[in-house]
């Protein structure tokens, strides 16, 4: 049995982000997922604003799903854990405990499919954000200070071995939790794996007219992550979809194509009422393997991961930000520019650009960098994810 553990509100995205639809039929094993969001999470579950998937087991209290792990240890023989939890606060600390004393397999997925500017320049990311302020913020620096604190006390608990499913050939991520003994091994980023799974569906229409894709982020008229380091980032609304529907609307025209907007997988169908009316919005959760690898060029303005998609159809690629983002926001600005700098892609002001920078020629030796060093390994570019999950899950 593979039990997935989640710290945040596990809803039908991440089923099928984490591969689990495909899994269900090629797994050799039985698995649950286990939404630990309400005990470790509470506060911040109103951001994930699509359903809990059908499937997703809940639990409200740790007592309860200690019970429930206690059932499962008596039905079945082995027992496997993929840990997808964050040391986020002393609940989170004290399920690690918990999964020290189970003496059973701990599997996480490490690498973010994107560079990592804190790891790979050696910044700390949650003083970055706060550099964003320019006035004290109480919350921030709770959470701050918590952190540190169970950074410090989880090097007290030791596993004896855990397995790291590592996404591409640079190690850029971090081993928080100790352990005896450490396994590496090649794991596909999901959108790597999901875009080679969609090619063999995908069918040639030479009718089909030209598209620009734009990957949106949900804020700012949704809720972003920076909640949860207790940030709220004042953005004007109106000006920001003031600028990105007049930026849009140049790329249509100077790119002679359709622009269709997907929004983030947080926010997929739901209605953001700024968007200009005369785009295409697409909430099909698959969208960007459908339509990243037909599109003449792929827009993002906070670096989505997605972007990994891009690279390997061989797609131009826009990074975009804007004179709010640049002001209000510096860790999204300066994340936002090494990534685009990692990929050789336009970094652009909607605000101010000139067209040349539109239509930077594709760099293949960094698209081929960035698929090798933070989606893939050429050591499995034969497997699939769940074949590697089945032959570790036999170890």
Known sequence: MLIVLSPYKFTEYHFKYYELDVFEKKLNQKFEVHDLSKIINPK?????????????KVFNSIKKWQIHINKINSKYENIDFLNLLQLTDFKSLYLHILLKRYKKKIIQIKSMGQPNLSIEKKTNN?????????????????????????KTLVKFITFSEINYLVCGNLT????????KK???LNYHFHDFSKLNLQEKKRIKNKKRKKIAVFLDCPDPYFDDDYKIFGLNINYDKFIWYRDLNKFLSHIEKIYLCRVIILPHPKVKGLTNPYYNKKYHVNHDPNAVYKLIPRSEVVISINTSTAIGIAAACR????CIYNDQ?????????????????????????MNYYEDDELFKPINNKKYQDYIYNYLTSKKILDKKNYEIFNSLLRK
Do not use: D, G, P
């Open 126 to 150: 949650l003083l970055n954000i706060k550099n964003n302020l320019n006035k004290f913020n109480f919350n921030f620096l709770l959470f701050h200070l918590k952190m540190r604190i169970i």
């Open 182 to 184: 450490k396994i590496c």
């Open 315 to 318: 797609k131009r690629i826009l």
């Open 44 to 56: 911040i579950e109103h951001i994930f604003k699509l359903k809990r998937h059908k499937k997703v």
């Open 325 to 349: 983002i640049r002001k209000l926001n510096n860790s999204l600005f300066e994340r936002s520019k090494f990534i685009a700098n990692k990929i050789n892609a336009s970094y652009i002001n």
């Open 172 to 179: 850029n991520f971090e081993t928080n939790l100790k352990s």
